[in-house]
């Protein structure tokens, strides 16, 4: 049987929740918590991690999706070449910028 699908939104909030109930805890507002507060800490860094990693996805989910859409050979040509691909946009977006603007100077 395969987990229910959960949207990122309501991932994020119960990771977030969980990060307010670790915050309590360092506090002690709530109970005690029964490890040191090191342990405590780390655990609140994770889970605020955890939650900027899934709001990135959640912000990035109609990028990522068309990229899994992609053939595997045109994925692994766009990790391989990806920076390079970019320099090269830039070059010729601003070369454009230019010719739109009357030419270059001289």
């Known amino acids: 049987m ?3 699908a959960i949207p990122l939104p309501l991932q994020i909030d119960a990771v977030r929740f969980a990060e307010t109930r670790q ?3 360092l506090g002690g ?4 918590e029964l ?3 090191q342990f405590g ?3 609140l860094e994770r889970l605020n991690a ?3 990693s899934l709001e990135t996805l959640h912000r990035n989910a109609d990028e990522i999706r ?6 595997a050979e045109a994925r692994e040509a766009v990790l ?3 920076p390079t691909m970019a320099q090269m946009c830039l070059e010729l977006a601003k070369r454009e910028a230019i010719a739109a603007a009357g030419g270059p100077v001289r």
């Not at 507002?29 to 005690?32: C, E, L, Y």
């Open 41 to 43: 800490q780390r655990d």
């Open 35 to 37: 490890r040191g507060d």
């Open 23 to 25: 915050r309590a805890l």
């Open 2 to 4: 395969t987990a229910p």
């Open 66 to 71: 068309a990229f899994l859409k992609l053939p």
């Open 29 to 32: 507002k709530a109970i005690k």
């Open 80 to 82: 391989r070449h990806g």
């Open 50 to 52: 955890a939650a900027r």
